[in-house]
């Protein structure tokens, strides 16, 4: 697997683009496809990034922004080139189990609007949902995409340092 950095327009070498390969992708042992539960994963790289105004860290751990190359359109296949950002509101624990009744974990949150219209989606899983500077989700479901009482489900990347910080010391 081969991780892009500081992509912005897919179709067009910038020059601000690292491309690395990874030499490790780890898999919480904990994952459930069925309900997508502990849906995170860390990928070493084979060498550091180099840090620039393009690629820099996110701390980890109102509103939030989440970005990706997702499909734009829920329907059909309509992927934009470049790099997409939205602002999208953190829903409420209510708002979110009463959106998906019996689905939501401990390890997962929802974020976007309840009438719909915005929203992260197909190809945006694994993306950051970033707080403040702070990595606070990674994008991992939903209904559809920007469907009216269907807001996105994020994994809650907090519930998750202790794994990432002793995964990563050790590999």
Same mark, same amino acid.
């Given at each position: 697997?081969? $991780?892009?950095?500081?992509?912005h327009?897919?179709?067009?070498?910038?020059?601000?683009?690292?491309?690395?390969?990874? $030499? =490790?992708?780890?898999?919480?042992p904990?994952?459930?496809?069925?309900?997508?539960?502990?849906?995170?994963?860390?990928? &070493?790289?084979?060498? %550091?990034?180099?840090?620039? #105004? !393009? $690629? /820099?860290?996110?701390?980890?751990p109102?509103?939030?922004?989440v970005?990706?190359?997702?499909? +734009? #359109?829920?329907? /059909?296949?309509?992927?934009?080139?470049?790099?997409?950002? +939205?602002?999208? %509101?953190i829903?409420?624990?209510?708002?979110?189990?009463?959106? !998906? %009744? *019996?689905q939501?974990?401990?390890?997962?949150?929802c974020? *976007?609007?309840? &009438?719909?219209? =915005?929203?992260?989606?197909? *190809?945006?899983?694994?993306?950051? @949902? $970033?707080?403040n500077?702070?990595?606070?989700?990674? @994008?991992?479901?939903?209904?559809g995409?920007a469907?009216?009482n &269907?807001?996105g489900?994020?994994? &809650?990347v907090?519930?998750? =340092?202790?794994?990432?910080? /002793?995964?990563?010391?050790?590999?």
């Open positions: 697997m081969q $991780v892009r950095l500081g992509e327009d897919i179709t067009v070498n910038e020059g601000t683009e690292q491309f690395i390969d990874s $030499v =490790k992708v780890i898999m919480h904990s994952y459930n496809s069925h309900n997508l539960d502990n849906n995170i994963m860390l990928i &070493k790289l084979s060498r %550091p990034a180099s840090l620039n #105004s !393009y $690629v /820099s860290t996110v701390a980890l109102s509103s939030c922004l970005s990706g190359w997702a499909n +734009l #359109s829920g329907s /059909s296949s309509n992927y934009p080139d470049t790099l997409r950002c +939205l602002d999208l %509101p829903l409420s624990s209510s708002s979110c189990n009463s959106a !998906y %009744p *019996g939501i974990t401990s390890n997962m949150f974020a *976007g609007f309840m &009438k719909g219209g =915005k929203d992260s989606c197909q *190809g945006d899983s694994g993306g950051p @949902v $970033v707080c500077g702070q990595l606070q989700g990674v @994008v991992s479901w939903g209904y995409c469907q009216r &269907k807001p489900v994020y994994t &809650k907090c519930n998750y =340092k202790s794994w990432i910080s /002793s995964t990563m010391s050790s590999n």
